[in-house]
């Protein structure tokens, strides 16, 4: 089936400084990726949907500016925390759709655990 | 309004036996698709069945079927024969036709007893 691979799984960064978090279509090109962000023991929020070659739409509440998205081909999305603070600190988990019909189910990466010291 | 719910926060089912995890949805598109999904600990998110709304049968996949009621908009998820390894939230979620967005529900904690 296909595979959605995210990297890194985990992070542990200063206060301060950036963190990019790659998401990989590894065998199907994605037309649309999505990134999320989920607290322990909740739903995941979406944060951002991002397109190839056109940039991410930013749901109301998201910065924009502080978590950066960048989907720069049909196989790879980036999401970059900008001057990450101890707030930042979560899950997130980006997924992938192939096409666009209806039934077409997301493919989740593994996750990225963000711990901001 | 959510767009879904999810009335069960935890759940425990005693192995072998079915459960079912409850899902109610609210849409006004004539189209749309329902999904559920896995989440053990280890965080990564398992696609486990899909339900068109203008599908005729319930959907089926394995030990998984979904009992989809179109007049009480809901979609719930039935398990059977529980296994150990089955224990982890479980997310309801939503694609409307008119739009891109998957809209997730605020899952089910299931916990199997052996």
């Known amino acids: 089936g296909a595979v959605v691979s995210q990297h890194p799984s985990r992070v542990i960064c200063k206060s301060g400084t950036s963190v990019k978090i790659e998401c990989r279509s590894l065998?199907?090109?994605?037309?649309?990726m999505f990134w999320y962000r989920q607290f322990p023991k909740q739903s995941l929020m979406l944060m951002a949907t991002?397109?190839?070659?056109?940039?991410?739409?930013?749901e109301q509440g998201v910065e924009k500016d502080k978590f950066l998205i960048n989907h720069a081909s049909l196989t790879l999305s980036t999401l970059t925390v900008t001057s990450a603070h101890p707030e930042d600190s979560s899950f997130y988990i980006c997924?992938?759709?192939?096409?666009?019909?209806?039934?077409?189910?997301?493919?989740f990466g593994s996750g990225t655990q963000l711990s901001v010291l | 309004a959510q767009k879904i719910t999810q009335t069960q926060p935890g759940m425990f089912v005693q192995e072998k036996e079915a459960v079912t995890l409850d899902c109610t949805y609210d849409?006004?598109?004539?189209?749309?698709?329902l999904f559920w999904y896995k989440q053990p600990s280890s965080g990564e998110m398992i696609f486990l069945i899909y339900?068109?709304?203008?599908?005729?049968q319930n959907a089926t996949e394995g030990r998984y079927s979904l009992n989809f009621q179109k007049a009480r908009k809901s979609a719930n998820l039935v398990i059977s024969a529980s296994q150990l390894g089955d224990s982890a939230m479980y997310f309801c979620?939503?694609?409307?036709?008119?739009?891109?967005?998957?809209?997730f529900g605020t899952g089910t904690s299931l916990t199997v007893i052996p």
């Open positions: 997924s992938a759709r192939e096409g666009a019909d209806l039934n077409e189910k997301l493919f």
């Open positions: 065998d199907f090109q994605a037309t649309t």
């Open positions: 991002s397109n190839e070659g056109s940039k991410a739409t930013y």
């Open positions: 849409t006004s598109d004539p189209s749309y698709g």
């Open positions: 339900q068109g709304s203008y599908d005729q």
């Open positions: 979620a939503m694609r409307e036709v008119t739009g891109n967005q998957f809209y």
